[in-house]
């Protein structure tokens, strides 16, 4: 008996969902905490056939057996195309099912309430993006829109910097951020530059609407493609002077001003 | 003719403040670029007489000549018992005349209305402390008491995390910073320490009155001596089950909570 094509397309759904919700970490350590934290439901491990069997790689394979997580083996050029950093995988990546991680569209597409989001333009630096989604997360913002271009990228020390936070987090991927900020603001989202040129502040934008804050690169600010999709632009006001503040401290004031 | 006993002490103490105000940074860069500020009161300038005649160390002679700032030459050991750091010092110090820059002892004598500092108390990440600068001065945070001892001291990793901010704040040195929170304490201010198992919130506690807020190691927290003299402990609340925040976005949220 063939299935219906409702049910084809459903559990087609279901499962791009599914691969969707996959992040792949590598890396020694961040892998082997991964696998010793029981909520994290890993799904496959990959290792390098070359990898010198010393202590840390025995217990990441113990610890995989105990937890009934299939193992691949690959030669390193197939490892550093799951990695997709054959520099610094040592040998060792974990694809991680994230029911928390997917796509921004998918996002948008049954976002039913009022949200508060982060979106990142242009967060090179892996420290800060650990700390905005630490911040985040301890502020109980409801998402980080993360895109593949001009962003850092999860990484080893991206998953130090969030300090367990990045699988509690819900990230929200896409590939160009403007695009996806254009997509948010067609559905009446707030879009919300933050810039210390801007005249309105932080604290007089009021509260209840979905809302996205979109947070510049370090130097540069926000660029001129996600400025053109933005409805407000908002300052955090400074003393003494002060013409700007760390991104993750600016993500931090975003995250916690309901609850000071 | 004499000066009068008085006279004398009334000199010496200016001398005296004067020194205590005096910070000397070092590296070519961090002293170039105090040197390039006029805002600021550059007393001495301090060179390797070993220094290889670049371009910078051109550029750091000449811009000293037009401010006329006294330029001493020594030998590397000269230079190194004045920059306490010749591995980092390049060659190159200069005494900053920063009229903020003083001791804690001193603020607590002249203190004339309720202040909000923040004491550092175990801060050994460079990056952290020039963070920590940078989010109390945009936030209007009156001072910062910076002790000699288990934190980590102004050099060059600070000046740059801090983004020009270091020349603006008040810092309060001291040696240890136990006894000089408990004379704080004497005076009747509140001594606050930050720590995520406090009962009591953050937004909880008043304005109005002198207030410390002692900001913990990375890791370890609050010290049991430093703990000790405080008279609140205060948490800021989490969400997600998040345990702890970066101690600089923690500076960040106490110093914004007014303005938020």
């Not at 367990?164 to 403007?178: E, H, N, P, V």
């Amino acid at each position: 008996m063939k299935d219906s094509p409702q049910e084809r397309r459903r559990q087609y759904l279901k499962k791009r969902a599914f691969y969707d919700s996959l992040l792949t970490i590598y890396g020694r350590k961040p892998v082997l905490e991964a696998l010793e934290d029981p909520t994290l439901a890993a799904h496959k491990l990959h290792l390098a056939e070359s990898n010198r069997r010393d202590q840390l790689i025995t217990r990441i394979e113990q610890l995989a057996h105990e937890r009934r997580i299939e193992i691949a083996y690959w030669d390193r050029k197939g490892l550093s195309r799951i990695s997709k950093n054959a520099r610094q995988d040592q040998g060792v990546a974990l694809d991680l099912a994230l029911p928390h991680y997917g796509k921004a569209e998918e996002f948008l597409r049954t976002a039913d309430k009022p949200y508060e989001l982060l979106a990142l333009d242009g967060i090179t630096n892996p420290q800060n993006l650990g700390m905005i989604i630490r911040s985040a997360c301890a502020g109980g913002i409801d998402g980080i829109i993360l895109p593949s271009k001009g962003c850092a990228q999860i990484d080893p020390l991206v998953i130090k910097a969030s300090v367990g936070t990045l699988f509690k987090m819900r990230l929200l991927r896409c590939d160009d951020l403007a695009p996806t900020l254009a997509e948010f603001a067609n559905t009446g989202a707030r879009i919300c530059a933050l810039s210390s040129h801007a005249k309105d502040t932080l604290g007089e934008l009021n509260g209840g609407e979905a809302t996205i804050f979109v947070l510049g690169n370090e130097t540069r600010g926000v660029s001129d493609a996600a400025a053109k999709t933005c409805t407000h632009s908002l300052r955090i006001p400074m003393r003494n002077g002060v013409e700007s503040l760390n991104v993750a401290v600016t993500a931090a004031l975003i995250s916690f001003r309901h609850q000071l």
